[in-house]
């Protein structure tokens, strides 16, 4: 791996020692899920982007927003995170958390990487689309490769008082202001409370749009590097309170490098395969990435907004096999080291990987671990004899990868 190189969607890089990314990652990357005619996530999508055109119009009723949802998301660290205002020591940068290239290249974690390179072109409406991409555990609702929503809007201090009665005289910057939680420094708070009054009254319709218009919803406060103040929208489905998106009043910093000195804006996230699972009852992640008809075909339709409610063709049984070792003392170990290799082995058969025990030992102060992997094949029964050989695999995986010692 380190000082050779890989192809990555028709592409030579180089790799190094920061290189993680893994076959069954790679199989991913030109998949393109929500651009797949038909399938749910893209469904989703027509519904986000539908609401952002009917939002904002121009003059001559023509939609405000464009759409980007085929960039590559092979993006560098400065795209992902230096742009951003991420800090170098920030943990969303660790190699247990992301899929690097190389040291300066990684697949995207978030369609935020590509704000300000879209904010210099100098867009001012935008959504950018696409695959994002996360180490992380192993269940029904997580998946290393998700899909993301961003959007952004830049209004000059003529447009944010446009429709505020007498405001002739506001406006959205103020010299040596201070930094409270209401607002950055440099706006003023009557500029921020409008693009928020903006950013939050889009954002409830387009839940109302998705969940319906009676949808219980909450706003809390949250923190992200680019944004300030920040908030986080949460709907109350199926008796749970579940996060819907981030989003906040963009960093000006970050509007100036990208030399726009004369705008405000707001900018959100929001990952669509919680909103899919949701609303087309999808139990398990994993069906998003499945060729098979049998769930293809529920979500065959030309109208985006109609409701379909998949009904799972049928349950095939778990099977669950325990695997414990004694963590190497010498060398760094971590679990999500453990799940892409379960991964990359057991691909899709795999549904969970649960920690189910962690133990020092006295004396030694060796560590182990136990895992219970339970695999389940989405569309056919696995046998006792297929697991046992898969579960054989990623023992011996562990102790040559990982130099760990089988208990
Ligand atoms: N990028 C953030 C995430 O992935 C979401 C976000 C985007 C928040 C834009 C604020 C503004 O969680």
């Avoid at 072109?121 to 950018?128: E, I, K, P």
């Avoid at 405001?167 to 607002?183: A, C, M, P, Q, Y």
């Avoid at 923190?223 to 109350?236: A, D, G, K, N, R």
């Avoid at 190497?328 to 969970?352: H, K, M, W």
Wanted: charged share 25%.
């Amino acid at each position: 791996n380190s000082q050779g190189c890989i192809e990555l969607l028709g592409q030579k890089y180089a790799t190094d020692e920061w290189t993680n990314v893994t076959p069954k990652i790679i199989e991913k990357l030109d998949r393109k899920l929500h651009i797949t005619k038909n399938h749910p996530l893209s469904h989703v999508r027509q519904i986000i982007a539908n609401h952002f055109y009917k939002s904002y119009t121009n003059r001559g009723n023509n939609p405000l927003f464009s759409i980007y949802d085929n960039l590559s998301p092979i993006v560098t660290t400065k795209q992902n995170f230096d742009s951003l205002l991420v800090p170098p020591d920030h943990p969303s940068r660790k190699k247990t958390d992301c899929y690097y290239v190389n040291r300066d290249m990684l697949l995207r974690a978030h369609t935020t990487a590509h704000q300000v390179e879209l904010i210099s072109m100098g867009l001012d409406n935008f959504l950018v689309i696409g695959d994002v991409y996360r180490r992380d555990e192993i269940d029904s609702t997580h998946y290393p490769v998700f899909h993301q929503v961003d959007g952004v809007r830049l209004c000059t201090g003529d447009e944010v008082f446009q429709n505020v009665k007498g405001s002739g005289k506001l406006n959205i910057f103020e010299h040596r202001g201070v930094e409270g939680t209401d607002k950055q420094g440099c706006h003023t708070l009557e500029a921020v409370k409008v693009m928020e009054y903006d950013l939050k009254q889009v954002l409830v319709s387009l839940a109302q749009a998705l969940f319906g218009q009676s949808v219980k919803y909450r706003w809390v406060d949250e923190y992200f590097p680019f944004t300030h103040p920040s908030w986080e929208l949460e709907v109350f489905f199926n008796g749970k309170w579940i996060e819907v998106l981030g989003c906040g009043i963009i960093r000006q910093e970050i509007l100036q490098r990208a030399g726009i000195s004369d705008r405000i804006g707001w900018a959100f996230g929001l990952g669509l395969e919680r909103l899919a699972m949701c609303l087309y009852s999808i139990p398990d992640i994993r069906l998003f990435w499945s060729l098979d008809s049998g769930f293809l075909n529920q979500f065959i339709t030309d109208d985006p907004h109609k409701k379909i409610t998949y009904k799972p063709v049928s349950i095939y049984p778990q099977c669950s096999n325990d695997i414990s070792f004694w963590l190497p003392q010498d060398s760094a170990y971590c679990s999500n080291d453990f799940y892409d290799l379960v991964r990359d082995i057991g691909g899709d058969t795999v549904e969970q990987i649960q920690l189910v025990d962690e133990f020092v030992h006295p004396k030694t102060k060796k560590v182990s671990h136990c895992y219970r992997i339970i695999y389940r094949h989405m569309e056919r029964v696995l046998t006792q004899d297929e697991v046992n050989d898969i579960h054989k695999k990623i023992e011996k995986a562990s102790k040559d990868l990982l130099h760990v010692v089988i208990r």
